[in-house]
Every structure is written in C-alpha cells, then in structure tokens.
C-alpha cells in the first residue's frame, strides 16, 4: 500500500510529459507542484481509489463490488479518500463507468421502489446479487483497473483462487475487457506469490503462470497478458526497446514489470517507471504494489516514506485489510451483515493534513468521524479484546 502511494507520489509531479522531456529534466526524488500542484508526497487518483477498495474491504469484511462502486463515486463526486479533499484526476473509462452506475441506481430506486438516498448503503444481500455491477464494456482496457489493485490480493493472500479471481472482478467492473480482467488476476497473483515469500527470481519466471495454473481457475490469460507473463517486459533497453508507460493497460503491465525486473531497489525500480514518461504516476503506482510487496516495508526509502501523505493512515489500514483478511472465510453467509450507516456522502470531505493524523475529534470532519465508529462497532464485533486490542489502537490512532 505504501509502495504504490510512493510511486504515484513520485510521478504526479510529470504526469503527462513525454519521455523527450524527462530524458532532459529526470526526475530523481519526490517534488512537489508540477502537473497537479500538489504538495511534495501527495497522491493521485490511483491511490484513492485503492484507498476506496481498501476501506471497502475493511468495512464489508468482504468483497462487496457495489460498495466498492459506490466509494468510488464518493471520491469522483465528493473527494473521499482524495489527498487534496476533492477528485481532480479521473479516467475517461472509471468516469464512464461511474455515471453508468449511478443511473443504474437511479433505475434500481424507481423498480424496487428504494429511495435513492438509500441506495449507497444497500445491504441486503438479495437486492445486491439482482443488480449489475460490472458497468464497462469490452474494449475498454486501461490502467486504471490495475493501478487500484493491491488491496485484494493483500486481504484475499491466505486464500491464491479468491485472490486471483477478485483481482480480475475489481478491474473488470469499471474496465470491462477482458485484457483489463487478465492483467489483474496476473499482477493480482504475483502479489500473493510476493506476500506469501517468493523469490525475485520465482516472481519473474517465464514459467509462474504455469507453475500457478491452480490459482488461476477461471481460465487462461488473454493471448496480449500471456505475453507478459513469458517475459515480454525484460528487455535491456527499455524504452528504446518498445517498454512503455502509457495508459494502456498491457504497457502500463509491462512497464511496471520491466521496471522491476531491471532494478535491484525499490527506489531505483520507481524513478525508471516514472521516467518512461507519459502515465508516470500510474505506471510507478503499479511497479510499488509488488515492488512494496516483495521487498517489504523497511526497505522503502526512508526519506521518502516520512514524506508520503496521510503515511499513518495508510499504514493503519494496510494492517486492518491484513487482519480482517485473517478472519475471512469462504462461507459467507455466516458474516455479519453490514452497518448501513458508513458515510455521509453528500458532505464534501476535507483532506486531513499531515500534523492533524493523530485521534481528535474535533478536527476530523464527520465523514470520516461516522467511518471511525463504524471501524469501532463491527470491527470489535464477535472478537476479543486480546485479539483487537494491538489493530484497534493503530488503526484508530489514524483515523
């Protein structure tokens, strides 16, 4: 989680500039201004959105699509999860897909008579099998379904079949092809194999799909993922030699992997994929979720890490996502049912500054006051204090 918040911090500054332009003006470290304005260490669209499927997972203890969808169009409309308190970068595609599902609400409301103001906290579970999640279509297949990813495999890592079919599924709802439902399960599956203690050198066989085909039961990998997974991305050249940072989702797989595969730190991995130009703060995004993974916590730059926005509130949930997906289990109909009362969506959130991370009340805004004590309530519910005592006072310590 932090992995991916670096790099996307790292590029927002050049999003968008070519490769002409960084082969004259490199970047070297964390800057802030540039394309965005942002401050030094703020994050972009890709880490908000991983933060709304992160705390989608926490707060369902399961994954949940529509809840998902629903968080996202929290960020695109009110700023959820945002660094800045509001959405001022989004896809074209997760736009689409976004104002697609809520016209679907909207629908869903005037059939099953719901009023609409209900509709973001729909919880019964037959009303949520009836409606239609998946609000792409073929053909769209950028980098903004993998650049959200690293919470599924990180709550879903004990259990590879779930973890690698749920990488696909989160992708697939706002980018429907099927290269964007393959890429994720792939990178999806290299980051349990990450979690779970594979070698670099077991990571980047041409042969890991294969020797993973058990994880993969819903089917092969599209012909242009496949590719990748043979080992497309190591070319010693790199740009030169056709790796690219582009918003297509198969470059954008590519030139995250390259970018491991060529470098030996995670720092040096994250400053080459952001200086392949073009999408720099998505494509350094991707390459910190495995590069995060596998080379762990304590090996991120220092300097960097103290600097990164929110840093406490990412490391508090990174440590709820991993304990709650301890506690899941595949039988789902013996889960709690969830609280309807999450947020509040309709109030603007304000973006917490670094100095005002620690617990006061007063200066947190009620959104993410009414997550905290629903973070309090079904967290704690059916566990022991011994058991939520060490989670409960980090993630709280946050909030």
């Not at 964390?30 to 709304?52: I, P, R, V």
């Not at 010693?236 to 590519?254: F, M, P, Q, S, T």
Request: proline share 4%; hydrophobic share 40%; with cysteine.
């Amino acid at each position: 989680m932090v992995g991916m918040a670096l790099g996307d911090a790292l590029g927002a500054h050049v999003e968008f500039r070519p490769r002409a332009f960084l082969l004259q003006n490199p970047v070297v470290d964390l800057k802030a201004g540039g394309t965005w304005g942002l401050k030094e260490g703020q994050f972009t669209d890709d880490t908000s959105m991983a933060l709304c499927l992160a705390a989608s997972l926490v707060c369902r203890r399961d994954f949940v699509p529509y809840d998902q969808l629903v968080r996202y169009k929290w960020w695109y409309k009110h700023g959820y999860m945002s660094s800045t308190g509001e959405c001022f970068d989004i896809g074209a595609a997760t736009r689409d897909s976004l104002c697609e599902f809520e016209g679907r609400q909207k629908q869903f409301s005037a059939t099953h008579e719901v009023p609409f103001d209900e509709l973001d906290f729909l919880c019964d579970p037959d009303l949520l099998a009836e409606f239609n999640v998946q609000c792409s279509r073929a053909g769209v297949a950028g980098n903004g379904a993998l650049m959200r990813l690293t919470p599924v495999p990180l709550f879903f890592y004990r259990h590879p079949v779930h973890a690698v079919k749920y990488s696909g599924f989160s992708g697939v709802i706002t980018h429907g092809d099927q290269k964007a439902y393959d890429a994720c399960r792939y990178y999806g599956a290299l980051i349990v194999a990450a979690l779970q203690g594979a070698t670099k050198e077991e990571l980047l066989n041409d042969e890991f799909y294969e020797t993973h085909i058990s994880w993969f039961a819903e089917g092969p990998l599209a012909p242009e993922i496949m590719r990748i997974a043979n080992g497309s991305y190591k070319q010693n050249d790199g740009y030169d030699a056709g790796i690219r940072g582009k918003g297509y989702i198969v470059n954008a797989l590519e030139a995250a992997l390259w970018a491991f595969w060529s470098e030996k730190t995670f720092k040096k991995g994250a400053l080459a994929a952001v200086n392949l130009g073009d999408d720099t703060d998505t494509t350094a995004a991707i390459y910190g979720q495995l590069a995060g993974a596998y080379y762990g916590y304590e090996k991120l730059p220092k300097k960097w890490v103290e600097k990164v926005y929110a840093k406490r509130f990412l490391q508090g949930l990174s440590m709820w996502i991993a304990y709650e997906g301890q506690m899941w289990y595949e039988n789902k109909a013996l889960l709690f049912n969830p609280s309807l009362a999450t947020v509040a969506p309709k109030q603007k959130v304000v973006a917490i500054s670094s100095n005002e991370q620690e617990l006061n009340p007063e200066k947190l805004p009620s959104i993410q006051l009414t997550s905290l004590e629903e973070t309090r309530r079904v967290g704690l519910s059916n566990r022991s204090e011994k058991d939520t005592s060490s989670v409960m006072s980090n993630f709280c310590a946050i909030l």
